[in-house]
C-alpha cells in the first residue's frame, strides 16, 4: 500500500526536493488516497506484469489483421488488472533491446530503493511503460473513450479470438529412429568399403 500510495514521478521529485530537504518528518508526509479500483487485490508485494514480446506486434498486424484499436484494448484492459493487484506495466523486447535496460533499473528502484528518473509512458504502444502507484481510472479511461470495435462490457475473450499456436508452424517431424539408424549403417558400409580412413576400426 505504501509503494502505491506514495508514487511520485521523476518530474515531482524534482519539484519537491528543496521543500522535502526544509522540511520533514514522516508524520507531515501526505499520503493520496488510493483511488477507486486500486488494490482490490492486495498480494502484500511489489508486482510488475512484464510483456515480454511486444516485437510481435507487427506480425499480428500483417498476419491477423490487428489494428491500433486491438493493441489499445489490449492495453486497457492490461493496465485495468494491473491497477487492481496495484502492479505495474511493463512491455519490453528482449529481441530488439527494447526498454530492457528499462525493467532492469525499474527493479532495481523497486526493491533496493535506488534512483531512477524514467517517466510513465503509454503513447508508444510498443514501449508501454505505467510504474505502481501511477494509474488510475481516470488515466485507462482515455484508452476506452476512442473504442469503436470493442466495448467495456463484453468479456475480453469474446473481443479478441485465442490465436492460432504458432509454434505448430515451425514443428518440424523426426525420422522414425529405426529408419535413421538403418541409413546410417548403409552410409557407414559404403564408406568403410570406399577407404574412409575414419570408419576403419583398429
Known amino acids: ?31 493520496l488516497p488510493i483511488p ?29 489483421d490487428f ?10 484492459h492490461l493496465r485495468k488488472a494491473c491497477l487492481a493487484w496495484g502492479a505495474g506495466l511493463l512491455y519490453c523486447s528482449p529481441r530488439e533491446n527494447s526498454n530492457t535496460k ?33 494509474d488510475s481510472p481516470s488515466k485507462i479511461g482515455l484508452l476506452s473513450d476512442g473504442f469503436v470495435q470493442f466495448t467495456q462490457t463484453k468479456p475480453f475473450g469474446e473481443q479478441i479470438a485465442p490465436l492460432p499456436d504458432i509454434r505448430q508452424k515451425r514443428q518440424m517431424k523426426g525420422e522414425d ?11 557407414w558400409l559404403i564408406n568403410r568399403r570406399l577407404g574412409h580412413p575414419a570408419l576403419h576400426t583398429r
Not at 500510495?5 to 514522516?26: F, G, I, T, V
Open 1 to 31: 500500500v505504501d509503494l502505491f500510495s506514495s508514487y511520485k514521478s521523476p518530474e515531482e521529485e524534482k519539484k519537491n526536493k528543496d521543500e522535502e530537504k526544509k522540511n520533514k518528518d514522516e508524520e507531515d508526509e501526505v499520503i
Open 36 to 64: 477507486e479500483g486500486a488494490l482490490i487485490s492486495n498480494l502484500g508485494i511489489p508486482v510488475v506484469v512484464v510483456l515480454s514480446k511486444v516485437d510481435s506486434m507487427s506480425t499480428l498486424q500483417k498476419e491477423n
Open 67 to 76: 489494428s491500433e484499436e486491438h493493441f489499445e484494448y489490449i492495453q486497457w
Open 102 to 134: 528499462l525493467l532492469l533499473d525499474y527493479m532495481s528502484h523497486v526493491f533496493y530503493g535506488l534512483k531512477f528518473k524514467t517517466e510513465p509512458q503509454v503513447v508508444d504502444r510498443d514501449a508501454i511503460f505505467v510504474p505502481i502507484g501511477w
Open 177 to 187: 529412429d529405426q529408419l535413421f539408424l538403418t541409413r546410417m549403417q548403409l552410409y
